[in-house]
């Protein structure tokens, strides 16, 4: 077993509160009250009412999350979120903490932009100067924008990607936030990047990204999932001996 305060002050090295994005992020202690000590972590993307079965067969000290659980102050979020609520209650009834780190991890060093740009296998990656939770890296040899769209779908294991090829017929240099970071392609057109990846664009960016003569690569925001291999190794480094309980139970929409 480990101290819940030693892994906390650990992963606030490279994660810290202060990273998040202040006046519309939620990050720390969701619910609950957190153990002294810790021997099994459950990880998870969103917990809700589809993963409550596996946290009670799993039986953990404490739940880690990405996105946060309740995002604001219980009394705002419940009084229109019964459901919430009413998962909450079930949760604090087991007496099981939930801890998130949201965009404080999207932008912290090892985190989620760092792995994602790790599957993509960018090589001298570095922070966008004018976004730091971006990363811009380079590819180890330029693609063909459209062979480098189906290359990076399977890299992050996806079904389907949304491409708008405006720009480079040929790419090597990338900035990418995963998640819902669609806004900042101008920040990755201003360093000089062939492509952007993010993810839930409408469709006035989409637009512009057209006028701009610029490509963006949309893929869905589960392509976030990569946060629980990235956790648990994380974890693991800090105490071997932890048991550390991931789960990936969201299903992508259905292309028809």
Known sequence: MIEMRK????????????????????????????PGKVQKIFLCLDLDWEVLPE??????????????????????????????????????EMGIPVYSFHTNFD???????????GALGLENVYCNPFNPMMRVGYLPEEMDVNEFAKFAKER?????????NSGKEKVKKVGIIGGGGSRDYVNAIKEDCDIYISGDVPHYVRRDVVNRKFNYLDFPH???KIFMPTMKNILLSMDDSLEIVTIDHEKLPKVI
């Not at 202040?22 to 990050?27: I, P, S």
């Not at 953990?60 to 909450?88: Q, Y």
């Not at 932008?107 to 740009?117: I, P, Q, V, W, Y």
């Open 222 to 224: 589960e392509i976030e």
């Open 7 to 34: 892994i906390l002050i650990n992963l606030a090295k490279n994660f810290p509160k202060r990273l998040a994005k202040k006046h519309h992020d939620h990050v720390g202690l969701m619910t609950g009250k957190m």
């Open 55 to 92: 946290v009670i067969k799993a039986k953990p000290d404490v739940i880690i999350t990405h996105h946060p659980f309740i995002f604001g102050t219980k009394a705002s979020v419940f009084k229109w979120d019964i459901s919430k609520k009413e998962l909450c209650e079930k949760i604090d």
């Open 156 to 164: 992050f294991d996806v079904s389907y990607g949304l491409l708008v």
């Open 107 to 117: 932008e912290g060093k090892g985190g989620m932009n760092d792995a994602l740009s």
